[in-house]
């Protein structure tokens, strides 16, 4: 079945650094995929996505490519600040028959930002 | 527009109890989501609805949980009796129908702590 893997965490940056967080998935079909934010004390909020292979989703300084031959999509942001502290989940859906499916969603990654 | 709002925040029931929670889409969205989060697990997927059908009812854990959208407006989430491995964060999302699009737009959630 449809899977999502990420990086566990917590992670621990100082301000300005270069972040990371890798996420892999399987899926049978083509999906869509997603990165999801929950900043403290709020819900999930969408961060990015894409749709198809070598899509390029950004935003807030943020990027992550669909790579279909590495079956990846990490985020990458080249500063963080302290404002990005928060929990990061990587999800992909499927369509079906026009519908589209539920979300599959990694664990979740918390990253911590310190001044 | 008003987000997906989810009633109560919290909610705090002894073993045995029923609890009802309740989720308001965004206007006009067709689609409705519940999801939950136990305890440093992943975000699970609980159930679709297409306006009042289930669409989807696969990630339901048991029969203890019943869920209904009359009128294809608000749902709710009844858990009867509650366990103590019902405790977690219980999400509802919902998205258009049509256009293709595939962003599902979260609530901040329901807290339950079962004792």
């Known amino acids: 079945g449809n899977s999502v893997t990420q990086m566990e965490g917590p992670v621990t940056l100082s301000e300005e650094a270069f972040l990371t967080i890798n996420c892999t998935y399987t899926a049978t079909g083509y999906p869509s995929l997603f990165w999801y934010v929950q900043y403290p004390g709020e819900g999930l909020q969408l961060l990015l996505k894409a749709t198809k292979a070598d899509d390029k989703g950004s935003n807030k300084g943020f990027e992550a490519t669909y790579r279909k031959e590495t079956t990846s999509f990490h985020l990458e942001k080249g500063s963080v600040q302290v404002s990005d502290s928060a929990v990061y989940f990587c999800a992909l859906s499927e369509w079906y028959g026009g519908s589209q499916g539920n979300l599959i969603f990694g664990k979740g990654t918390k990253l911590s930002v310190k001044p | 527009e008003a987000g997906v709002t989810q009633f109560p925040s919290h909610s705090v029931i002894e073993k045995g109890q029923t609890v009802t929670l309740r989720c308001d889409p965004i206007s006009g969205h067709d689609n409705l989501y519940w999801y939950r989060r136990v305890m440093g697990k992943e975000i699970k997927f609980l159930l679709h609805?297409?306006?009042?059908?289930?669409?989807?009812e696969s990630g339901m854990p048991n029969n203890r949980f019943l869920a209904e959208r009359t009128g294809g407006t608000y749902s709710t989430l009844k858990v009867q009796p509650a366990e103590l491995e019902d405790s977690g964060v219980y999400f509802c999302a919902s998205s258009p129908t049509g256009g293709g699009t595939d962003t599902q737009y979260f609530g901040p959630g329901t807290r339950l702590t079962v004792l």
């Open positions: 609805f297409v306006k009042e059908s289930k669409q989807d």
